[in-house]
């Protein structure tokens, strides 16, 4: 086969570019992308649980990196555990979710009221601009040109 291409030459091609359009996308083009100053969600009362979990389990267990390992071990601590011992992590999440709605009002409240973010942004640009131009300055480039 001269100047042809063999059939693993054209199977690695076709990984290759499904690769990138996946590196690229990652996610459905359709979604509308995610407000930054949108509060997150409470964790439930399994994960208020894990987080605890997971710090004393990787006080017992040092050597072990696995997540999946802390993950289901967590899992089954937390299935065996009564009511009763379950009871405080319910009343952790209860509280992150009180708060979580206090947060979300006022969040509703803000977008209702009409975008504020612009002053936020035009900061973040006229930041960016002056960084811009104190790099010009500091480089010795335009120094050489001159001389």
Same mark, same amino acid.
């Given at each position: 086969?001269?100047?042809?291409?063999?059939?693993?030459?054209?199977?690695?091609?076709?990984?290759?570019?499904?690769?990138?359009?996946?590196?690229?996308?990652?996610?459905?083009?359709?979604?509308?992308?995610?407000?930054?100053?949108?509060?997150?969600?409470?964790?439930?009362?399994?994960?208020?649980?894990?987080?605890?979990?997971?710090?004393?389990?990787?006080? =017992?267990?040092?050597?072990? @990196? #696995? +997540?999946?390992? $802390?993950?289901?071990?967590?899992? %089954?601590?937390?299935? &065996?555990?009564?009511?009763?011992?379950?009871?405080?992590?319910?009343?952790?999440?209860?509280?992150?979710?009180?708060?979580?709605?206090?947060?979300?009002?006022?969040?509703?409240?803000?977008?209702?009221?009409?975008?504020?973010?612009? =002053?936020?942004?035009?900061? @973040? #640009? +006229?930041?960016? $601009?002056?960084?811009?131009?104190? %790099?010009?300055?500091? &480089?010795?480039?335009?120094?050489?040109?001159?001389?």
């Amino acid at each position: 086969m001269k100047g042809g291409k063999s059939k693993s030459d054209t199977k690695s091609a076709k990984l290759s570019v499904n690769k990138n359009s996946t590196a690229k996308g990652g996610k459905k083009s359709g979604k509308a992308a995610k407000d930054p100053n949108k509060p997150k969600r409470p964790a439930s009362a399994f994960f208020v649980f894990m987080e605890e979990f997971r710090e004393q389990y990787k006080k =017992d267990h040092p050597k072990n @990196k #696995s +997540v999946a390992a $802390v993950g289901k071990a967590g899992g %089954d601590k937390w299935k &065996s555990l009564s009511e009763a011992e379950k009871r405080p992590y319910v009343e952790k999440a209860e509280k992150r979710k009180v708060e979580y709605e206090k947060n979300m009002k006022a969040y509703n409240k803000r977008q209702a009221e009409g975008p504020k973010e612009d =002053d936020a942004e035009s900061e @973040k #640009s +006229v930041s960016e $601009v002056n960084d811009d131009e104190d %790099d010009e300055e500091g &480089s010795g480039e335009d120094d050489d040109d001159d001389e």
